[in-house]
């Protein structure tokens, strides 16, 4: 099993930047695909962005594509989500997800929540007009 924590959340101003963090713990012998969803209130969960285990494959939803980055350092067991120009429509708990469980080569991204068998406990980010 897979424990995730995130980090990094906050209150900022529109245009402003943010930098999330999650931290994996438990069965990390060999990394694997993992991502960012996003839930604002009153509306159902969506992806933000995945990347595969070898870090070489990404892939974001519209929304955010060319203002966020995922990474991830698997010396650290850590995936970032780097937040640029910060729109008040990104105001939302952002959750980490992993697919630890699944078959995947080096480069498997997942962008259906259902692919994904561990969930963090989210990390709020408000972005102010």
């Known amino acids: 099993q897979v424990q995730l924590v995130e980090s990094g959340g906050g209150l900022v101003q529109a245009g402003g930047s943010l930098r999330l963090s999650c931290a994996a713990s438990?069965?990390?012998?060999?990394?694997?695909?993992m991502g960012w969803f996003r839930q604002a209130p009153g509306k159902e969960r969506e992806f933000v962005a995945t990347?595969?285990?070898?870090?070489?494959?990404?892939h974001y939803a519209a929304s955010v594509k060319g203002r966020f980055t995922i990474s991830r350092d698997n010396t650290k067991n850590t995936v970032y989500l780097q937040m640029n120009s910060l729109e008040p429509e990104d105001t939302a708990v952002y959750y980490c997800a992993a697919d630890s469980r699944g078959s995947h080569t080096y480069y498997s991204i997942r962008t259906r929540s259902l692919d994904y068998h561990d969930w963090g406990q989210g990390t709020q980010v408000t972005v102010s007009s």
């Open positions: 990347i595969s285990r070898n870090g070489l494959n990404t």
């Open positions: 438990g069965r990390t012998s060999s990394p694997y695909p």
